[in-house]
């Protein structure tokens, strides 16, 4: 069984910054994207980043500039650089990965709170 674990979340201040990182353990494909997506209270989860094998990235338009994604192939991990931070980004976040056969795996989440 897949699994992967995040890391990284927690309380922080409006402007301030948090890095999530998600670690997969071994899956019997490749690994053809991993990426992040959020559930606010309420909302339905949404994409927030994700990042192919390749390094081709894509982000939701409210974290453009705000956000990195990150890879390391040879870790099978991917993180995601947080910055400038607002209440709105409130959530808790969930890793995901998907492989070549198409076998799509998500992380438990964890909370983030951007609070004063």
């Known amino acids: 069984q897949v699994q992967l674990v995040e890391s990284g979340g927690g309380l922080v201040q409006p402007g301030g910054s948090l890095r999530l990182s998600c670690a997969s353990s071994?899956?019997?494909?490749?690994?053809?994207?991993m990426g992040w997506y959020r559930q606010a209270p309420g909302n339905e989860r949404e994409l927030v980043a994700t990042?192919?094998?390749?390094?081709?990235?894509n982000y939701a338009d409210s974290v453009k500039g705000r956000f990195t994604i990150s890879r390391d192939n040879a870790k099978d991990t991917v993180y995601l650089q947080m910055n400038s931070l607002k209440p709105e980004d409130t959530a808790v976040y969930y890793c995901?990965?998907?492989?070549?056969?198409?076998?799509?795996?998500w992380g438990q989440g964890t909370q983030v709170t951007v609070s004063s």
């Open positions: 995901t990965k998907r492989t070549t056969l198409g076998q799509e795996y």
């Open positions: 071994r899956s019997f494909a490749s690994t053809r994207i």
């Open positions: 990042i192919t094998s390749g390094g081709t990235t």
